[in-house]
Nanobody, 119 residues
Framework: QVELVESGGGLVQAGGSLRLSCAAS????????MSWFRRAPGQERELIAYISGDGRSAIGYLDSVKGRFTISRDNAKNTVYLQMNSLKPKDTAIYYC???????????WGQGTQVTVSP
């Protein structure tokens, strides 16, 4: 059973940066496809970034975060990151990491971390 724990959320002013981390345990991390989702108040959960197990062969972003957010991973540390720059109030949401041993599937979820961007 894979367990995921996010950290790094908080309150930041518009234009600021945050780095989210998601630490995994209980599986072979390098075999996991990892993703970041978010759910803003009153909105559906949306996929914002994903990365393949090797960290190179597949990386993708939601259009609205391209150029501002960067997903990366350190397989030696069993951790995936989401670097968020130029944050906007509309980025305010609960951010979740998710993982699966298959692409485009999300069997394992973290508990979420709140990101709040003030104007």
């Amino acid at each position: 059973q894979v367990e995921l724990v996010e950290s790094g959320g908080g309150l930041v002013q518009a234009g600021g940066s945050l780095r989210l981390s998601c630490a995994a345990s209980g599986g072979t991390f390098s075999q996991l496809y990892m993703s970041w989702f978010r759910r803003a108040p009153g909105q559906e959960r949306e996929l914002i970034a994903y990365i393949s197990g090797d960290g190179r062969s597949a990386i993708g972003y939601l259009d609205s975060v391209k150029g501002r957010f960067t997903i990366s991973r350190d397989n030696a540390k069993n951790t995936v990151y989401l670097q968020m720059n130029s944050l906007k109030p509309k980025d305010t949401a609960i951010y979740y990491c998710a993982g699966d041993f298959s692409a485009n599937r999300y069997a394992y979820w973290g508990q979420g971390t709140q990101v709040t961007v003030s104007p």
